[in-house]
């Protein structure tokens, strides 16, 4: 494990594989409604015991959570690396906003700040292992936030984050899963939490059954169990999730299905530390691990053919995805 040296961590790693904590990907942690969510949760599942207390701005949404994400996705990324991190992150507005494919407007940076003040307000009170350790704690799901802006305009020059200890012990314990690039592109708050769900129980088997009511329950729908299960058969019909498919069977039964093998880091073809240096040097600025990821998935949508030399495909590869942007 990599312990943090430094007070602060500049997050400058360009297109970072996206990834999410474990333990918000299971449990309810964020609304899905686009009002302000005032009402205390609470939920219990398998010895896990979960109250999320919101502020008087309301509960952070899942949108909301793409901050975090973003976050986790900057330290991954150097741990990979072998740097040193710190939960306190220094970032620009605007490679948040456009990692997270929102618009850059005007209005976009006020709603960042509304983000953060939800994130910072809503109160997590847990018995949830992360790390391997279990305690039973409060906390937010940001403990700090500060933003620096030119006087003159208004514009932001930077934004400093502080995460909370358990969000950054599930970092340390690398206790996250990487995400489809394609879920920022989900604007349904009902999409984003059932790819999650998806993501964290189907992952890399072919299959995933969950029956409805216990779907509902772990999607944190307020809506009524009949107003659910017409959403849930509208996503099926319109078929827009990443990597998986659902489908309804007998028995008030979905089915999740994964669409292709996913590739993570890790598998497919290995590269030792002179290709890692080489991608480091065409691609100063990328995250190594997550371009590497990709070719991977390239590599397997494309039939997983024997490469004579695999080292020379991926950096030949490399140049021209740097090329592209």
Not at 83 to 92: D, E
Not at 253 to 261: A, E, G, L
Not at 270 to 280: A, H, I, M, S, T
Not at 307 to 325: I, N
Request: aromatic share 8%; glycine share 8%; net charge positive.
């Amino acid at each position: 494990m990599i312990a943090a040296q430094r007070d602060f961590f500049l997050c400058d790693i360009f297109d970072a594989s996206p990834k999410d904590d474990l333990a918000t990907m299971e449990h309810p942690v964020f609304s899905l409604a686009t009002r302000p969510d005032l009402a205390i949760r609470h939920y219990a599942h398998n010895g896990a015991r979960l109250t999320v207390t919101p502020s008087v701005r309301g509960r952070a949404t899942i949108h909301d959570k793409d901050i975090l994400i973003y976050c986790i996705s900057q330290l991954m990324a150097a741990l990979n690396a072998g740097r040193s991190i710190s939960r306190t992150l220094c970032l620009t507005a605007h490679d948040l906003l456009v990692a997270t494919r929102r618009d850059t407007g005007g209005d976009s940076y006020a709603r960042l700040v509304e983000a953060f003040e939800r994130l910072a307000g809503t109160r997590i009170t847990t018995n949830l292992a992360v790390g391997g350790i279990e305690t039973t704690s409060g906390f937010g799901l940001i403990e700090a936030w500060e933003i620096i802006r030119k006087t003159r305009g208004g514009r932001m020059i930077s934004v400093t984050v502080t995460l909370s200890d358990w969000l950054f012990r599930a970092v340390l314990a690398k206790s996250v899963l990487t995400l489809s690039r394609e879920y920022f592109g989900l604007r349904k708050p009902l999409e984003r939490r059932v790819y999650e769900l998806a993501r964290k129980h189907c992952g890399q088997q072919r299959e995933w059954r969950i029956a409805l009511p216990l779907l509902h329950q772990k999607a944190g729908s307020e809506a009524p169990v009949r107003v659910f299960r017409a959403a849930i058969r509208k996503m099926i019909a319109a078929d827009g999730l990443p990597d998986y498919s659902l489908a309804e069977e007998p028995g008030d039964i979905i089915r999740v299905s994964r669409r292709s093998p996913l590739v993570d880091e890790g598998s497919g073809p290995l590269f030792g530390p002179e290709v890692l240096d080489e991608v480091r040097r065409l691609a100063p600025g990328w995250d190594a691990y997550a371009l590497e990821a990709e070719w991977q998935g390239f590599w397997a949508s494309t039939g997983r053919p024997r490469l004579r030399s695999p080292a020379k495909a991926y950096l030949a590869w490399v140049k021209g995805r740097v090329t592209r942007g």
